[in-house]
């Protein structure tokens, strides 16, 4: 009996910047730059038992880090430095003008993603099986908090130079969110080539989806139940 066997991989890169772009503040001198990298790299790996049966084993490993920080001013900080972006300062008549890093920025996020999959296929005359299964795993740590810096609001400018704002928005937390999320996927089919022009196909799928969100109930739970909640 011989057996067949095929092996090959594929890697894909690819990187880009966008400089200077609009933030929502860009106007006031505060435009944001986007850097981009993105990696992919997969093995498949297929067996020929017989005639009658084939295996395919896929093993994949991507990558995206997508930041929005920095600009070629200096005006925006990197997102592991959000603290030090200054405040967003409006006003309530929208001819005064805005300044400051806009509320959401800078931010960034990593998307790691890990894959295996395997199918398996059985023909019998005119009956085929077909099995398989997916599994994924992400890993995605994410700095991103709006309003960590803080948010103010004035009516006018005699207002600004006097301290007296008329709205104010600072959330506390931490910007550091590493979310997690699996998700498995099982199948199982039966094809029966009943005729030439007639065939009956059934089958049954499972799916497992992940919620990396829990990640933020987590952290409320571990925070309003510490002995220090505000």
């Keep these: 009996r011989v057996l067949f ?6 890697y894909i890169f690819q990187k880009e910047t966008e400089l200077n772009q609009e933030s929502g503040d860009a106007a006031a001198g505060y435009p944001i730059n986007i ?3 993105s990696q992919i790299m997969l093995v498949d790996w297929s067996h020929t038992f017989s005639a009658r049966a084939l295996n395919q084993f896929r ?3 991507g990558r995206e880090n997508v930041q929005f920080e920095n600009n070629t001013l200096g005006t925006v900080p990197s997102s592991a430095d959000l603290g030090a ?3 967003q300062i409006s006003f309530a008549t929208a001819a005064n003008g805005t300044f400051g890093v806009e509320s959401g920025l800078p931010q960034g996020r990593i998307v790691n993603t890990y894959q295996l999959q395997d199918n398996f296929s059985l023909t019998l005359g005119k009956h ?25 609001q004035f009516q006018n400018w005699g207002d600004f130079a006097a301290n ?4 104010v ?22 094809d029966w080539k009943m005729k030439e022009n007639l065939t009956l196909n059934l089958g049954v799928t499972w799916s497992y989806y992940g919620q990396p ?8 739970v571990a925070n309003q139940t510490s002995s220090t909640p505000f």
């Design 5 to 10: 066997r095929s092996l090959f991989g594929r």
């Design 35 to 37: 850097p981009s990298i």
């Design 59 to 61: 093993a994949s490993w």
């Design 85 to 87: 972006a200054l405040a």
């Design 128 to 152: 085929q099986l077909k099995a398989g299964v997916n599994w994924t795993r992400q890993y995605s740590p994410n700095i991103f908090l709006p309003n960590y810096n803080g948010l103010y």
């Design 164 to 167: 007296t704002p008329n709205f």
């Design 169 to 190: 928005g600072i959330t506390k937390g931490n910007p550091n969110l590493n979310f997690k999320e699996y998700d498995t996927f099982l199948y199982v089919g039966y």
């Design 213 to 220: 969100i829990n990640e933020i109930h987590d952290i409320s």
